[in-house]
């Protein structure tokens, strides 16, 4: 009796480790401190959550599938080219079309090494290669990325500020990288804390795709405007890459309480201003006082610390952690990325991260 072949996948997603994202709960403790997905501190615009109410009416009604108002708002906000923007569900579902759309067997995806996972993810699941270039003191290595690009490199990838380490390239190192590139490659630069960043030689990506073909800048609503909840993200394209994003993704991808709740967030500069003020704030704080306990820092310029503790099974980043959520605070393990060693600590509100500082002092202290 002859038997059935088994159902099996496309070669290569087995090998995949599913994304886990940060952890929200801790047992026995109501509402834990959640620091580990580099949420807002603030939460969201009260002029976003009300057009988010709003539409509860109206949810029978499919969204505007080609997000036209959310793209004409987003273009004023930044003085671009609203046909230029590709919306979606959160810069995750970009960063895969991206991926589905120019990149497949034989192809290969170059990343920074402790860059975002979905990355390396979204690219072993279109059949391509993915190939780590090494860092330098936790930042992006132009000439690593550059040394690494071959005939088959179609894509690279490159979060700017990066996450999770939270170091960044100037205008010039990006402009460095982008020459460097065959016109057949494609450089995506991820610019989702760029909000946060408050440095003269940082620029998110919009001067570059002006002026390439082969430019992409990726932003997302999750981070300063705190909409994480509501999966929205948009990319900044060459009109090119703009129409091949548009003839593949989902009609009605991003929904309409989404793309209500985006219009009204961008339009409160007041909201974005606190919350941006907020961790220009307790982000040198919160270093000052972790670096004042011994532990080594990469200077970040994000809502977030990267911590490196010591190799001492009683002191090391294990330790830390379950120190850390015994009472009731969760930061992220950063094992996956290759770090070990490192705990990522988002920047909460300011009576949290006292509470933090305070905990680590005892941790560290501790015999």
């Known amino acids: 009796m002859m038997h059935e072949p088994a159902l099996v996948p496309r070669p290569g997603i087995l090998d995949i480790s599913p994304y886990v994202g940060g952890e929200a709960k801790v047992a026995g403790v109501e509402h834990p401190i959640r620091l580990a997905s580099n949420e807002s501190a603030l939460g969201p615009s009260r002029k976003a959550i009300a057009a988010y109410r709003a539409l509860a009416g109206e949810i029978h009604r499919y969204p505007d599938g080609n997000a036209e108002e959310l793209r004409e708002a987003l273009g004023r906000c930044h003085g671009i080219d609203p046909a230029r923007i590709v919306c979606g569900a959160g810069s995750d579902e970009l960063i895969a079309l991206l991926l589905r759309c120019y990149a497949g067997p034989g192809d290969e995806v170059l990343y920074s090494r402790h860059g975002f996972l979905m990355y390396p993810i979204n690219a072993t699941a279109v059949g391509a290669t993915t190939i780590a270039a090494p860092e330098r003191e936790l930042t992006t290595d132009v000439d690593a990325v550059l040394a690494r690009v071959t005939e088959r490199t179609r894509l690279v990838i490159i979060a700017n500020p990066n996450n999770p380490t939270g170091t960044y390239l100037g205008t010039q190192e990006i402009a460095r ?185 005892e941790f560290t202290a501790a015999s």
């Open 177 to 361: 990288l982008h020459a460097g590139l065959p016109a057949s490659v494609l450089l995506a630069i991820d610019a989702a804390y760029a909000e946060f960043v408050n440095r003269n030689d940082y620029e998110p990506g919009i001067a570059l795709v002006n002026r390439a073909e082969n430019v992409v800048m990726l932003r997302t609503f999750s981070k300063i405007y705190a909409l994480g909840g509501l999966r929205l993200g948009w990319a900044y394209c060459p009109p090119a890459v703009a129409d091949v994003l548009n003839r593949v993704r989902s009609p009605f991808n991003v929904n309409a309480a989404a793309q209500a709740a985006g219009v009204a967030a961008v339009e409160d500069v007041e909201a974005f201003n606190r919350a941006r003020a907020h961790n220009e704030r307790w982000l040198p704080w919160f270093s000052e006082r972790l670096a004042a306990l011994g532990l080594r820092l990469t200077p970040s310029v994000a809502n977030f610390v990267l911590a490196r503790f010591p190799d001492d099974p009683l002191k090391n980043a294990d330790a830390a952690f379950a120190f850390l959520q015994s009472r009731g605070i969760l930061t992220r393990k950063m094992g996956a990325y290759g770090l070990p060693q490192h705990l990522r600590i988002t920047i909460g509100t300011g009576p949290e991260m006292e509470t933090v500082a305070a905990a680590l002092a």
